[in-house]
Structures are given as C-alpha cells and as structure tokens.
C-alpha cells in the first residue's frame, strides 16, 4: 500500500513539475508547425469535396469487393472438377458480382454527373 501511494505521489509529482509549465505556456512555438513538418496546413475546404472524396473512396471500396467476388467465382469454377453444384455455385457468384460491379460503376458515374452540375450550377457556369 506504501508503495502505491509513493508511486502515486512521484506521477502527480512529475505532472505538476514538468509537464504542467510545458502547458501553462502561452506560445509553444506551434504556428508554423504543420509547415514545419511538411505537412498541409487547414484550410476552409468545402464540406461538399470531403463528402464528395468520401463516397468514391466508398464506391471504389465496393468496387474492389464486386472484383474479388468475381475472382473467387472464376477460382470455384476452376476447382470444381465437374461437380455441377460447385459449378452453379461459381455461375451465381459471377453473375452476382458483374451485376455489383455494374450497379457500382453506374453510381460512380452518376455522383460525378450530379457533382459536376450542383458545382457548375453553384459556381454560375451554364451547362
């Protein structure tokens, strides 16, 4: 129990003795320190682009899944052997994923079409 509250006082001790001057001061020397770093400093972007990057980082994502379903489907195809259950299997997971894959495509570029005419329209610009 001694050693736990000696242990205790020697953290509380170090936090107000080191740590707390380090905070307690007004200028830390952090102004230029995202450029300092080489790192891109914030800036007032549109909330719209970020949404925007977010739901093709999606679609390619689900993208990427149609292209391994369709992959697995031609590897179970292949390793059949003849078995015609493993081979209808393989057929519906083909199918299933280029239907993914199309559904996935198509969206993509219906996100671009309404991005572009909402950016055009917002900016000014006609069709």
Do not use: C, H
């Amino acid at each position: 129990m001694f050693k736990k509250i000696v242990a205790l006082i020697f953290v509380l001790s170090l936090f107000f003795v080191v740590i707390t001057p380090a905070l307690a001061q007004p200028d830390l020397g952090m102004e230029n320190f995202a450029a300092d770093l080489g790192l891109n400093a914030a800036n007032d972007s549109d909330p719209r682009d970020m949404i925007v990057t977010v739901v093709r980082y999606f679609m390619t994502f689900l993208g990427i899944i149609a292209v391994v379903v369709i992959l697995y489907g031609g590897f179970m195809w292949m390793t059949a052997a003849g078995n015609d259950d493993k081979v209808a299997k393989a057929k519906t997971m083909i199918i299933g994923g280029a239907i993914g894959l199309i559904i996935v495509l198509a969206s993509f570029a219906i996100v671009t079409f309404v991005v572009d005419m909402t950016g055009n329209a917002l900016s000014g610009d006609g069709l």
